[in-house]
């Protein structure tokens, strides 16, 4: 079975820190990965995703992610954190050709103007 | 843009009561699917549909059922309301697998109480 770990249940940074927020998955197959993010009061919506290809992928907002296989992991970064970035945010994962989607416990990220 | 309606943002029922909860979506996705979001522990897949009359269960489909009888509505039905049952609720869709690469797009979500 697919799971997702994200480790950091909520991480606090100042303007401008860099950020950093790990994933890693569990199957042995090909996977899809994705990255959602969650700001107050809003939807659920993609920030990147990785299908193959080069293995770090670029999101909205100056985000980005790299897919690292032999460790089964898709960390998120940014270089300089906003106090927009506050939000929580989702690591997924699905076997290619699946149809539904594994997400991790999500990570609270709070940004300090 | 696609569009994934949730009828209602906030519902509060009582404990035994019928509940259904209602998703639209525009962009004739195939699959649809309901979470439950709680703090803690993410999203967690209740039920999910891949044509219309298909259904299949997710990780925790106890306490709940779905109906799709038409492509572009799916609705999550709590048979007999229970307190802990009181969770935010996230309707999504996306195209087929053998389609598209899978993008899941989500409503802006129903918060239920039970009281």
């Known amino acids: 079975a697919q799971s997702v770990s994200q480790h950091n249940h909520h991480v606090i940074l100042s303007e401008a820190a860099s950020l950093e927020l790990g994933c890693n998955y569990s199957y042995g197959g090909t996977v899809n990965l994705f990255w959602y993010v969650q700001y107050p009061g809003q939807h659920l919506q993609l920030l990147l995703k990785?299908?193959?290809?080069?293995?770090l992928v670029k999101g909205i907002k100056g985000f980005e992610a790299e897919f690292i296989k032999s460790k089964f992991s898709f960390n998120l970064r940014k270089p300089s954190v906003q106090w927009s970035d506050t939000a929580e945010y989702f690591c997924a994962v699905n076997a290619t050709g699946a149809n539904n989607l594994f997400f991790g416990t999500g990570t609270r990220l709070t940004v300090i103007p | 843009d696609v569009k994934v309606t949730q009828s209602s943002r906030y519902l509060v029922k009582r404990t035994g009561e019928k509940v259904f909860l209602e998703c639209v979506q525009d962009?004739?996705?195939?699959?649809m699917f309901w979470y439950r979001q709680d703090p803690g522990l993410g999203l967690r897949l209740i039920y999910f549909s891949y044509d219309v009359k298909m259904k299949e269960k997710g990780d925790i489909p106890e306490g709940y059922s779905v109906s799709r009888e038409k492509k572009e509505r799916f609705s999550l039905i709590l048979e007999s309301a229970s307190t802990n049952q009181t969770s935010m609720y996230l309707c999504a869709s996306s195209f087929s697998s053998t389609l598209a690469k899978n993008i899941q797009y989500f409503g802006a979500g129903t918060r239920l109480s039970v009281l």
């Open positions: 962009m004739d996705h195939e699959n």
């Open positions: 990785y299908f193959s290809g080069d293995p």
